[in-house]
């Protein structure tokens, strides 16, 4: 076990301990807190073959909104486990979380299941935090797992659906739910509600007059209201801002990170109440990263460097365990895309807090289509490709030398997609396409 994964264990364990040591005057070593005896039940709601076959997976239909669980009573959630599947690489983007706590109508978490996990680009990089891993599946193939820690509570019931609105024929998931029941059927007092929410600009505007897309030539210029910064949360209640996932894809090029975050809290118009100082102090980073880094608490998990240093697709993850953001009455967290909003780039979120009820509407979610990432030429159509061939060879009997070379070719185009060698992906699909023709059952996509 490396160094890094020792303190990882050791700060959760330590946390863990410092919990129950507040409830047991007799717990405070290391691990002693597992020992504390509990009057709660803990169950699980998972995706097992209920014919006791092996068959331990959902299939949710095109179109169709399946429900995963539904729990009865007060309890929370403590594990959250998903290993969604199918032949489209994109899935990530096209089904829809949500949950919904105590019987309400209007969902709590209404998130692209892989943004909820910081994975709405594909799981492209695999990390490890205090709250969320993204974890491998078997080598070569783009079968990976998400996992959130994130306490989950509800009072008197959780419901939780996945939609599969983005027209995928073969989607299957497989899942866990483990939760803890309180057996008084009460929550301790003052527990807010986990809530996500995912917005996008797919190119933020710059304000008129203002330098386009440079990174110091906007410098005289003067931000004093916040008010064309990009949006992550607009939040009305009591509560505890928790965490942030952020996708920035620079179009522009160069260092777009010169945008402060800037969040307002109770109403607070200006100064912000969190005024910041760029993109890198948010998510604990140096000056202007160009290299992934991850941790308990922050990274930037993924930098594409297309073409040069920051281009392309940068991913960012905070979680505020030490540090959450309370707030009364309301919260606004916001962020400049550039010094005074100078840049035009894709801005992606997820925010994660807690509050209570009834909280305020979400902004409506965008269709499948339009939440998909943008990609260089041609990428965006071999993607498609990819999953309509892999779906053909599924119906095909490959003799024992193509099957071995479609393996291969399925390893090489996760390496060179997981990497963005774009130009090798394309390469691999149509390679696909040569194997697939040597069969007459195959049938052409139409021009």
């Not at 986990?194 to 933020?204: C, D, G, I, M, N």
């Not at 943008?374 to 965006?380: F, K, L």
Request: a negative charge.
């Amino acid at each position: 076990m490396t160094r890094w994964r020792i303190g990882i264990a050791f700060v959760f364990l330590l946390l863990l301990s410092r919990s129950h040591a507040q409830q047991d005057p007799y717990t405070g070593s290391l691990l002693d807190g597992l020992s504390h005896l509990q009057d709660t039940t803990t169950a699980r709601v998972s995706s097992w073959d209920h014919s006791g076959g092996n068959y331990d997976f959902v299939k949710i239909a095109p179109g169709e909104t399946k429900t995963l669980a539904e729990i009865s009573g007060a309890g929370v959630i403590r594990r959250f486990y998903f290993a969604p599947l199918a032949s489209d690489r994109m899935r990530y983007r096209k089904m829809i979380l949500r949950i919904y706590w105590d019987g309400q109508k209007d969902p709590c978490v209404e998130v692209p299941l892989g943004d909820f996990f910081g994975s709405g680009l594909g799981t492209l990089r695999y990390f490890h935090s205090i709250a969320m891993d993204v974890n491998p599946g078997i080598r070569g193939r783009d079968f990976d797992a998400m996992v959130s820690y994130l306490p989950m509570p509800f009072a008197s019931g959780a419901r939780i659906t996945l939609e599969n609105d983005g027209g995928m024929q073969d989607l299957i998931v497989w899942y866990h739910f483990d939760y803890e029941r309180y057996p008084d059927g009460k929550l301790p007092p003052h527990t807010g509600r986990l809530h996500a929410q995912w917005r996008r600009v797919p190119r933020t505007p710059v304000p008129p007059g203002v330098p386009r897309n440079t990174q110091l030539g906007a410098n005289g210029y003067r931000n004093t209201t916040g008010d064309n910064n990009f949006v992550i949360l607009d939040a009305a209640g009591h509560g505890n801002f928790v965490g942030l996932f952020l996708t920035v894809d620079n179009i522009a090029g160069g260092w777009y990170g010169e945008g402060d975050d800037m969040i307002f809290v109770d109403g607070e118009k200006w100064p912000p109440t969190y005024p910041g100082s760029g993109h890198e102090e948010v998510f604990n980073a140096g000056c202007c990263p160009d290299e992934e880094y991850s941790g308990l608490y922050t990274g930037f998990y993924l930098i594409e460097n297309y073409k040069a240093p920051f281009g392309g697709k940068n991913q960012m993850y905070r979680f505020y365990v030490n540090d959450p953001v309370r707030f009364r009455k309301s919260i606004r967290v916001t962020i400049e895309h550039g010094h005074d909003n100078n840049f035009e780039n894709d801005y992606t979120s997820t925010a994660i807090w807690y509050q209570d009820e009834p909280h305020k509407p979400f902004p409506p979610l965008p269709t499948a289509a339009v939440r998909l990432p943008a990609w260089p030429d041609g990428v965006a159509s071999a993607l498609d490709a990819e999953a309509r061939l892999t779906r053909a060879a599924g119906k095909l009997k490959l003799t024992e030398t193509d099957q071995a070379e479609w393996e291969k070719l399925e390893a090489s185009r996760n390496r060179a997609f997981h990497t963005f060698r774009y130009d090798e992906f394309l390469q691999g699909v149509q390679a696909m396409e040569t194997i697939l023709r040597k069969y007459p059952q195959y049938k052409p996509a139409q021009p």
